[in-house]
Each structure stands twice: as structure tokens, then as C-alpha cells.
């Protein structure tokens, strides 16, 4: 059974800073996708990283795959309260629509 | 299309009752599947579909879950006798084949007591 870890499992953190969520695998993932869920909804998607070693821009969010495909990263930069939620990565083992594993999560907590 | 539709939003039910969930997929989603997740927990993979065809179910569904999509649109996840355990959110996802991301519906919260 492949397992996602993602580091930290909580953060609270005030608005304007910066930070850092980790996903790690001791597997290889064809793919890596970072949700984010509001309580009581489903996950949406924000973004999915394909290549070894790709970086990807949304916004203030940068996502980072590693070069051997095992591991993630998201990076916020000056954080806002509406960026508070759940934050899961998903990695899929076979191509695309494949099933899913999820990681652990990170909640966040952005305050004024 | 408004995206994924699940059904109820909401379910309690006691011990021992059988539960029923619905979800409507994205119309042209050809992948549907179901995930659970239990509180501070990130979903868990139950099972998929392409089209009408269960492809793959966990290992850990035991014999008393059952689903189906018998017109490759629509899906129902049945839990026969239920049991405190069960008590999760039920999340049901569409996807396309040659896509990568999926679409996550609101989910059905199961609460057996």
C-alpha cells in the first residue's frame, strides 16, 4: 500500500506570512494533485504535477514535485484567512483518472 | 452541468438499517468513484467505475458495501447493517479518461448511532 505522509498536520498561522506544507512517499507516483476542503464540502483540486523536478504557479501558490516523482510541495506566500482549509496532496499510481491516495492532510488556519 | 450531485447531503440511521447514497456524476465523466473519510482523515478509496464496469474495489470494503452504476451515469453505494464504524463521509468523485483531476462532490455524511 503506497501511504502519502504530509507534514506539518496542523498550522495557524497569522495573515502575510509565508509557509510550507510537505507531502512525502517512499513510492513513485505517475502524478501528484493538492486539494483543498472546506468543512462539510468535498475536495476541489488546485493543481495536478506530472514531470519529475515541475514547479507549479497558482496565484501566491507554488507546487513543487521532486525530481523522482516520491514527493511534494505547496508553498504559500503571504497568506490570506481565506486560504484557510484542509489541504490534502494525491498521488496516482497508474495514468490519468487513476485511482487515488490521498495524504494526511494539513489544516491551516490563517488569522487576521 | 452544476458538477457532481450527491444525495442525501446528510443520513443518521440506527444501527443494524441498511443506507443507501446517490451521486450524479458529470455527464460526460466516463469515472466515477467513491471515498470515505473519517474526521482529521484524508479520503480512503472504495471503490471505481468506468462506464457501467466496477473496475476495482478496496480490499478493506467488507462484503457488507455494494455498488453499482448500472447506466454508466448514475451511481449508488449501498452499506447493509450498519455499524458505529461506518459512521463517515461518503464522497463520490467524477473524472475523464485523459484527464488528470478529479471532481469531488459535496459528499454524504453518515452518522450511525
Known amino acids: 500500500t503506497q501511504l502519502l505522509e504530509q507534514s506539518p498536520q496542523f498550522l495557524s498561522i497569522q495573515e502575510g506570512e509565508n509557509l510550507t506544507v510537505y507531502c512525502n512517499s517512499s513510492?513513485?507516483?505517475?502524478?501528484l494533485q493538492w486539494y483543498r476542503q472546506e468543512p462539510g464540502e468535498g475536495p476541489v483540486l488546485l493543481v495536478t504535477?506530472?514531470?519529475?523536478?515541475e514547479v507549479k504557479k497558482l496565484k501566491r501558490l507554488t507546487f513543487q514535485f521532486g525530481d523522482a516523482r516520491k514527493d511534494s510541495s505547496l508553498h504559500i506566500t503571504a497568506a490570506q484567512p481565506g486560504d484557510t482549509g484542509l489541504y490534502l496532496c494525491a498521488g496516482a499510481e497508474g495514468g490519468t483518472a487513476s485511482k487515488l491516495t490521498f495524504g494526511t492532510g494539513t489544516r491551516l488556519q490563517v488569522t487576521l | 452541468d452544476t458538477g457532481v450531485s450527491q444525495n442525501p447531503r446528510h443520513k443518521i440511521t440506527k444501527r443494524g438499517q441498511n443506507v443507501t447514497f446517490r451521486c450524479d456524476p458529470i455527464s460526460e465523466h466516463n469515472r466515477l468513484y467513491w471515498y470515505r473519510q473519517t474526521l482529521g482523515q484524508g479520503p480512503e478509496f472504495l471503490t471505481y467505475f468506468q462506464n457501467e464496469a466496477q473496475l476495482e474495489k478496496s480490499r478493506l470494503l467488507s462484503d457488507r458495501f455494494s455498488a453499482e452504476r448500472p447506466k454508466g451515469s448514475f451511481s449508488t453505494l449501498e452499506i447493509q447493517r450498519t455499524e458505529q464504524g461506518d459512521s463517515a463521509m461518503y464522497l463520490c468523485?467524477?473524472?475523464?479518461?485523459?484527464?488528470?483531476?478529479?471532481?469531488f462532490g459535496s459528499g454524504t455524511r453518515l452518522t450511525v448511532v
Open positions: 504535477v506530472v514531470t519529475g523536478g
Open positions: 513510492s513513485v507516483f505517475s502524478s
Open positions: 468523485a467524477s473524472s475523464y479518461t485523459g484527464d488528470y483531476g478529479y471532481t
